[in-house]
């Protein structure tokens, strides 16, 4: 354990904060070195985009005072790099963070499954790789943070403030860290965490620096970091940015001191400042909005967003795109998020189950598709393989088939093209079914195999983002695999874990060392820049909008460990709450100092995230005065007005737009216009351009399918002789046999369980639908017609659908009209359509059983020889209304309370006339929301839950 040395002298400088603080650290730095040369300079900040800034500035100031000649542009790195530059350690002996989960995981597996068993309840077994992975990166983060403050797990142990009934664990925990640090000590290798540690308790000083080192505007260190700069504070010099409510508030490490920030700090935040957005989408458009409300724009270098709430970055991205305008990201992409990455996941899944599903998701992954289709022996287009998968699926599935598709080349219902592409495929993926291997040959198997899959010439990046970000996904993923092949022997020998891997373990571990990195998006000129939290305060940018500004964003406590209580974590010197809060409050206060204007500085919270789940104001906005805060927190509450896009709706930004031509019109279905009524948009791409959604993974009826079976049984029923029959056992009898006929020719002998289950329980609605079917034939209505197809002319173009039953009355001389329902809740005529108070007027949400009345009036009866229209609901909760019906233009014989008059038929012809027009005129637009728009093509379209 090391202590925190007396006050070390630093050279310091205070910057003033007139304006961003880049331009003040300039004009400093000029009058340190008048001629420009930087040279023996060596700036650490925080991040490094700040670096860049302050070397344009420096540029710039150089050539305006004639100093280019002369000019030389100083050293940046961070605070941490900074440190580690002292340490003096030579190339290559620092373990790379491979080589160290390596070490961890062995080192677990020293102490056996008892020793395991006294680290947690439900540890791993020795055998499980997967397992071991998540527990080894458990104890290496554990290590991490406390080596960051200068402790070793036998440091922890023997503190004063420690719980006796943890020692078990603790002991355990101290004897995989000794196994850890001697397997390194016998590869020759370091943990740069414990190189820090013990650089810092070492009476021996550090390498020269060699350059005069610059903290800049650093707020926060870890306790090693300040052990290791008090011993080059002759080279250092500490510039901050001091507040004045805050300027009594710095160490001497020039890092913000919790216990002197007061609750009551002059953190005077002006209402304009504080807005609240009910979501992620409103907080961007409140974004939008504080832009425009600028009494002059600004070009885009000189505006930032600090884009705290992720979930805000995918509409902050289509927004700024709709309008010409390119965001900079520069924390880029997830690893997780890119097609290498995903090529490794579809791979991982196939070789841990290979069934239906993960093999066609392999096939048709981009990259391996597109190597199918180049490959000399097929004869495939791009479109073919997906297509013929999709037509196998939805001809043979759901139904029970094997496990393995290993061989589908043998798969006789399989067609010729997949037989080939599956062979094809499997000659490729050999290399990880030939067994077991050592971890370095794999390593060399799946980088061949990426190189060959996703082409060498990838790995070359060039001007478009995407293949930016496969070259770099790429890059990354053969960093990792070259660092896993070159691995000491020594380190895989001594080891049975390493010496005889399963491609999948293999595969695990690579995904775990990838999904911890981000892909930097490249820096694009006249970009809008996109900050954390930590980067705001050096951001030269002239107005600064936050999004997320909430307590789970600023604010936010430390996250604890499970083997480490935050009681012994504050005890043992961890960051803990106030001093984040102290941090946080100055990264406001210098935002606040340096950007008075209106519209300089907008902080904008959120209510709830995409899920809807609740967020809290940041405590920062309470900061302030009784009356001021109670202000905001009543604003928070308040249900905050829709805000209105100067040039540009909610639906425009955020929706795909339109083709400019769009199909024309000429054939419309009865039953569309249900879904023209709840979404035109959805309408469009789904009706007229065809896009829908392909469930390959489905292992039950989806409700299309479900729907379709079902009337297929009541097909057959309304054409047996059963169905004139008035005992409902014998009615039930026949839809039972019918039941069985149907699901023979569409699952064939063998189905799967879930189909199985949905088929037996389908029997429950026939029951009721038996009981109700005898007593409406008891009222003299029959069986006529069923699944009747009719088309008419109407308003310029085709109306047609398909009636499910058409029944007839002898005596009353007249027919009824139905559609069988499958839903979970059944459907009732009243919610089609109602009359407002004490007018005339008629409105119609659902125009199906007035046009299956016009359908059958005009092409197959008389006029006014449908009495009856309704639904037959075969619904999962039983209901008195199995039949739900309304008599047509005056009482017929079913004893319903609802009736339809003329008026409010011709009312629905008129109403439907006015959507056939509307479709004519291509009025496709629609505002955001309903039912429509949760489906995964809406999602696939606008990046909903694909973009983070």
């Not at 809008?528 to 406590?557: K, M, Q, Y």
């Not at 109700?772 to 310029?796: N, P, S, T």
């Not at 003329?902 to 056939?916: M, P, Q, R, S, V």
Request: charge should be negative; glycine fraction near 6%.
């Amino acid at each position: 354990m090391i202590s925190l040395p007396i006050s070390p002298t630093f050279q310091r400088h205070d910057l003033p904060i007139q304006k961003p603080l880049l331009d003040e650290a300039c004009d400093w730095l000029f009058t340190e070195q008048p001629n420009g040369d930087f040279s023996g300079y060596v700036i650490a900040s925080t991040g490094s985009r700040a670096g860049r800034f302050l070397e344009e500035r420096l540029a710039l100031r150089a050539e305006t005072d004639g100093l280019l000649q002369s000019f030389q542009a100083p050293d940046f790195c961070t605070a941490a790099e900074l440190a580690d530059r002292a340490l003096g350690l030579a190339p290559g002996v620092v373990a790379d963070a491979p080589l160290r989960g390596l070490l961890w995981k062995d080192a677990l597996q020293s102490v056996g499954d008892l020793g395991l068993a006294g680290l947690m309840s439900h540890p791993p077994k020795l055998c499980d790789f997967s397992g071991l992975a998540d527990l080894a990166e458990l104890v290496q983060n554990l290590h991490r943070d406390l080596a960051a403050q200068g402790l070793l797990f036998a440091d922890v142990l023997s503190h004063d403030a420690f719980d006796d009934s943890k020692t078990e664990r603790w002991r355990i925990l101290v004897e995989i860290q000794s196994h850890y640090r001697h397997s390194l000590d016998e590869l020759g290798r370091v943990d740069i965490h414990l190189a820090r540690l013990g650089a810092a308790a070492s009476e021996i000083g550090l390498a020269d620096l060699k350059q005069r080192a610059v903290l800049l505007c650093v707020p926060e260190l870890p306790l090693i970091q300040k052990c290791l700069f008090a011993k080059l504070a002759g080279q250092i010099t500490l510039v901050q940015a001091k507040p004045q409510d805050l300027a009594e508030s710095f160490d001497a490490w020039g890092c913000v001191q919790p216990e002197v920030v007061p609750h009551s700090t002059g953190l005077s935040l002006p209402t304009a400042i504080c807005r609240f957005g009910e979501n992620p989408r409103e907080m961007v458009e409140l974004g939008l909005r504080a832009l425009r409300e600028r009494d002059e724009p600004l070009p885009p270098e000189q505006v930032s967003f600090g884009l705290l709430e992720a979930e805000c970055g995918p509409f902050l991205e289509q927004a700024l795109a709709a309008c010409g305008q390119d965001l900079h990201r520069p924390s880029g992409v997830k690893m997780t998020q890119t097609l290498p990455f995903t090529l490794l996941s579809d791979l991982l899944n196939w070789l841990s189950s290979p069934s239906f599903t993960h093999w066609v998701d392999l096939l048709t992954h981009p990259h391996f598709e597109s190597w199918l289709v180049k490959h000399p022996a097929l004869d495939l287009v791009k479109t073919q393989l997906g297509e013929a998968f999709d037509c196998y699926h939805a001809a043979h599935l759901p139904a029970r088939r094997p496990q393995s598709w290993l061989d589908l080349k043998y798969d006789n219902w399989a067609p010729p093209l997949l037989r080939e592409a599956s062979d094809v495929a499997q000659q490729c993926l050999s290399c990880f079914t030939d067994g077991d291997a050592a971890m370095p040959i794999l390593a060399g198997r799946l980088r061949a195999f990426m190189s060959k899959i996703c082409g060498d010439e990838s790995i070359v990046p060039d001007a478009t983002l995407r293949n930016h970000r496969k070259a770099g996904a790429l890059q990354k993923l053969v960093s990792i695999l070259e660092s896993l092949e070159n691995v000491p022997a020594a380190a895989v020998s001594q080891s049975a874990l390493y010496m005889q891997m399963q491609p999948a373990d293999f595969l695990r571990l690579v995904q775990q060392y990838a999904q911890r990195r981000d892909l930097p998006d490249p820096y694009k000129l006249g970009a809008i820049e996109s900050l954390g939290w930590l980067e705001l305060p050096l951001d030269p940018a002239a107005s600064v909008i936050i999004l997320g500004f909430n307590e789970e964003r600023v604010t936010s406590a430390p996250k604890g460990h499970p083997f480490l209580p935050q009681e012994l974590a504050d005890a043992i010197g961890l960051p803990s709450d106030p001093e984040r809060l102290a941090r946080d409050a100055w990264v406001l206060a210098v935002l606040q100092a340096t950007r008075s204007g209106a519209g300089d500085l907008v902080l904008i919270g959120g209510r709830t995230n995409n899920d809807g789940d609740p967020l809290r104001p940041s405590r920062l906005l309470f900061f302030d005065d009784a009356t001021r805060s109670l202000d905001r927190m009543k604003q928070y509450v308040a249900e905050s007005p829709k805000p209105e896009l100067a040039q540009t709706s909610a639906v425009d930004v955020f929706v795909p737009p339109l083709a400019p031509t769009a199909p024309e019109v000429k054939r419309v279905s009865v039953t569309s216009f249900k879904a023209f009524l709840d979404s035109p948009y959805h309408f469009y791409i789904n009706r007229l351009l065809g896009l829908g959604e392909s469930e390959r993974s489905a292992i039950e009826m989806d409700a299309l399918l479900y729907g379709n079976f079902v009337h297929d049984i009541t097909e057959r029923f309304g054409r047996c002789d059963s169905k004139d029959s008035q005992d409902a056992d014998e009615i039930f009898a026949a839809l039972c046999q019918m039941a069985t006929q149907s699901e023979a020719e569409f699952f064939g002998k063998e189905m799967s369980f879930a189909v199985k289950l949905q088929t037996e329980l389908i029997q429950k609605r026939l029951r009721a639908f038996a009981d109700a079917q005898a007593a409406w034939r008891g009222l003299g209505w029959r069986i006529d017609k069923v699944e009747e197809k009719i088309e008419i002319d109407f308003e310029g173009v085709e109306l047609v659908g398909k009636i499910d039953r058409i029944d007839y009355h002898n005596k009353l001389g007249k027919y009824a009209v139905f559609d069988y329902k499958t839903g979970n809740k059944p459907n009732t005529v009243k919610k089609v359509f109602y009359k407002k108070r004490g007018t005339d007027e008629a409105k119609w949400f659902d125009l199906q059983l007035p046009l299956y009345v016009k359908l059958a009036e005009e092409s197959l009866f008389k006029h006014g020889a449908v009495g009856v229209a309704g639904y037959i609901n075969l619904s999962e909760q039983p209901t008195k209304d199995t039949f739900s019906v309304v008599d047509l233009r005056a009482p017929m014989a079913t004893g319903s309370k609802h009736e339809w008059s003329d008026d409010e038929l011709a009312a629905a012809n008129e109403y439907t006339a006015e959507l056939i027009q509307q479709m004519k005129n291509s009025n496709w637009h629609d505002e955001v929301g309903g039912g429509q728009w949760d489906s995964l093509t809406m999602d696939t379209l606008t990046g909903r839950g694909l973009l983070k």
